[in-house]
């Protein structure tokens, strides 16, 4: 069943990127971000509003591995088929992952439920074989634990762990700089470590710390930000800005890039009270 769109909204994308720098990568990650893949439908009308051939931008968004053609599940499991994962066992691993969901790697459950992927390095070699279950990390995984982990996923859903987003997840990241964790141990909430940096507004300058817990948007800060105000985060490490390429979809103020434990990206809005946010698992492939 395809998700159906709004061809004013895919416009409004458009017309927004439209002739600046990069424009139709731009243009397909924003239309990513709001149906979680591509639609045919949105393409013919980036084609057409760009005067750029279809066959085109069919050969970029299937060039990137972090666009998907067909629609993705409410979970993502991916697994890791890099060299030192695979000499330990990673092919079993996917094989029952396989067997477990019904579908192959790219492909979604009939039910949205799961879509399973493979990805090339999570740069943790010495913890494989390793499997990743919505931005979770599993180490040393076995066949015979793939049950166990997908039992795990669907058990959080059911006790609605999740609230009533069933997107909201644990992830760690570091600095996409200086590859150190930007966890912050000492300072929990709701049981995980939030994320430490630093943030600067206004000639103020101090502590920011942020839910860990992905779609969760609850916040701590040294200094009130009002709301609607753009922040510039940096890391308490290395002091490099965390300033994406990207520009926020819903009202154009930078994104703020994180790495999700070296197997890829999780990007959010800098203005304070936006809720834009997205995850790429596959981002650090490219």
């Known amino acids: 069943m395809r998700t159906l769109i709004d061809p004013e909204a895919v416009c409004r994308i458009v017309d927004r990127r439209r002739g600046r720098p990069g424009d139709v990568i731009a243009i397909l990650e924003d239309i990513h971000a709001e149906y979680n893949y591509l639609p045919m439908e949105a393409l013919r009308i980036i084609a057409s509003r760009t005067e750029r051939s279809l066959v085109d931008l069919y050969g970029v968004a299937t060039f990137y591995r972090g666009f998907s053609l067909e629609p993705r599940g409410r979970h993502l499991a991916s697994v890791c088929m890099g060299t030192a ?15 477990q969901l019904g579908v192959a790697p790219g492909q979604t459950t009939v ?19 390793i499997a990743v279950t919505d931005g979770e990390y599993h180490r040393n995984v076995r066949a015979g ?18 609230g009533d987003d069933q997107r909201i997840f644990a992830v760690r990241v570091a600095c996409p700089h200086c590859n150190r964790s930007l966890m912050s141990d000492e300072h929990l909430l709701d049981g995980h470590p939030m994320v430490r940096l630093t943030a600067a507004f206004d000639h103020q300058h101090g ?30 490490h290395c002091h490099a800005e965390l300033r994406s390429t990207r520009l926020c979809a819903r009202c154009d103020a930078p994104m703020v890039s994180l790495l999700v434990r070296g197997a890829g990206v999780v990007q959010f809005c800098s203005r304070n009270g936006c809720k834009e946010h997205l995850l790429d698992l596959d981002a650090a492939n490219h």
């Open 145 to 162: 634990d793939v049950p166990r982990i997908l039992d795990g996923v669907r058990r959080e859903e059911q006790a609605g762990a999740r």
């Open 207 to 236: 502590w920011l710390r942020l839910s860990s817990l992905y779609g969760d948007y609850r916040s701590e800060s040294e200094f009130l930000v009002p709301a609607g105000a753009v922040v510039q985060c940096f890391c308490p």
């Open 111 to 129: 039910d949205r439920d799961f879509s399973l992927t493979t990805v090339n390095c999570l740069g943790a070699c010495a913890l494989g074989p």
């Open 85 to 99: 994962c695979h000499v330990r066992g990673s092919p079993t691993v996917l094989e029952k992952f396989v067997e």
